[in-house]
């Protein structure tokens, strides 16, 4: 098992790709991306927009070691500062084959 940083990102879907952009910028090669995502927070009903990307939320979560997050840290808090959003950010266990 090794230890690792979970980095969960929540983000509109118009700065998707800036976000995308930003972790590949700081050699995250790995994700996985859930895009319209719903839900509740301090802004109320975020709801899936079926009509078209615009409104929706995308969830974006990538494991990282912690010299990896050292790196990356700053980065993200500017991307929240600048574009909103919301980052989670868990130590986990990862079994490897």
């Known amino acids: 098992m090794q230890t690792m940083k979970k980095v ?6 118009v700065y998707l790709n800036r976000l995308l952009t930003m972790f590949k ?10 895009q319209d995502v719903e839900g509740r927070g301090g802004h109320g009903l975020k709801p899936a927009d079926d009509v078209s990307e615009v409104c929706s939320n995308d969830y974006f979560f990538t494991l990282v070691d912690e010299e ?3 790196a990356l840290k700053e980065n993200i808090r ?20």
Do not use: H, P, R, W
């Not at 500017?78 to 084959?97: H, N, P, Q, R, T």
């Open 8 to 13: 969960e990102v929540i983000v509109e879907s």
């Open 25 to 34: 910028d700081n050699g995250v090669k790995n994700y996985t991306l859930i």
């Open 68 to 70: 990896q997050f050292v």
């Open 78 to 97: 500017a991307f929240i500062k600048k574009y909103g959003g919301k980052c989670i950010l868990s130590d986990v266990m990862v079994i490897l084959s």
